[in-house]
């Protein structure tokens, strides 16, 4: 496990996914990040690549040939490299090799860093395309939080979410696991949000942000804790299992989507699918801040 810390917060990445998986305050010991409980959800905060959802069948067509591939990709589960480290920053890098390109033939590398900066954690990804053909993926995250934070006495539906700028939010509905991108509905975030383990119940609230820089806020009148993730993506995930009653809440920065409803099976022509040419990069980003 690779340890970052500061004077406020200290923050630990396992190499496996390069997934970000404590975050406690230094003075107080509350510990901010879900801890994969196995019960409810056996992960911290996942790294989805090279596609985010799941894909009809759980396969693909690309360049006319079909591929397996389950719900948001390999990332996760493979070892990440370290290439930079220092006491408040950590890069990790994951490349093609035989094992990726039997599940995604392309040729990557993949490139996840955290910065820790005061009571903030900053994350980037950087996708590079090495190679001359075009790089056809998707990307997000999917950190969750405990909810409630610190306090034993208190209860997931005390708690809230805010979203700012506050305002009437495009959802994108999701039947069963896949997206329903025809057929999104007005969401009324002009107030917070109460949690209830009912919101969940068709899985993922899934708001259109149009790459829009956005705040979305954990917290509850009757504590000073909670967190707040701010991104420009095109999409974001709140979601809990439902029906299990679940401690834990999770914000998803996406840049992408399950496959829709009307999925061909085609990578190419999936919905909210990127296309990096040979030897371009694609950059992605969001902080949380802890309180």
Not at 174 to 183: A, I, K, N
Request: hydrophobic residues 40%; negative net charge; contains cysteine.
């Amino acid at each position: 496990m690779i340890t970052l810390n500061n004077e406020y917060l200290t923050v630990q990445v396992n190499p496996l996914g390069a997934e970000l998986s404590s975050v406690k305050d230094n003075e107080s010991g509350l510990e901010y990040m879900w801890q994969a409980d196995k019960a409810y959800w056996g992960r911290h905060a996942p790294i989805l690549f090279p596609i985010v959802g799941r894909l009809q069948d759980n396969q693909y067509r690309l360049d006319g040939k079909s591929y397996q591939m389950t719900q948001h990709g390999f990332a996760r589960d493979r070892t990440f490299t370290v290439v930079d480290q220092d006491t408040t920053h950590v890069s990790l890098e994951l490349k093609a090799d035989a094992e990726t390109k039997a599940l995604f033939p392309s040729d990557f590398i993949l490139t996840i860093s955290y910065e820790l900066v005061d009571h903030q954690l900053k994350f980037s990804a950087d996708v590079a395309n090495p190679a001359d053909d075009t790089l056809t993926f998707s990307l997000g995250a999917h950190p969750g939080f405990n909810v409630p934070l610190g306090d034993p006495a208190a209860d997931f539906t005390d708690y809230q979410v805010t979203v700012s700028p506050k305002k009437v939010y495009q959802r994108v509905p999701l039947v069963g696991p896949y997206s329903d991108t025809q057929h999104s509905v007005p969401l009324d975030l002009t107030q917070p949000m109460s949690l209830d383990h009912e919101l969940f119940d068709h899985d993922a609230q899934v708001l259109t942000l149009d790459d829009h820089e956005t705040t979305v806020m954990l917290s509850t009148p009757d504590s000073d804790h909670g967190v707040a993730l701010t991104v420009a993506a095109p999409y974001l995930g709140i979601w809990s299992p439902y029906p299990k009653q679940a401690p834990f809440v999770c914000f998803e920065p996406w840049w992408g989507l399950a496959d829709d409803v009307q999925a061909t099976g085609d990578l190419e022509t999936k919905v909210a699918i990127h296309h990096l040419a040979g030897h371009e990069n694609f950059q992605a980003a969001y902080q949380i801040t802890y309180f």
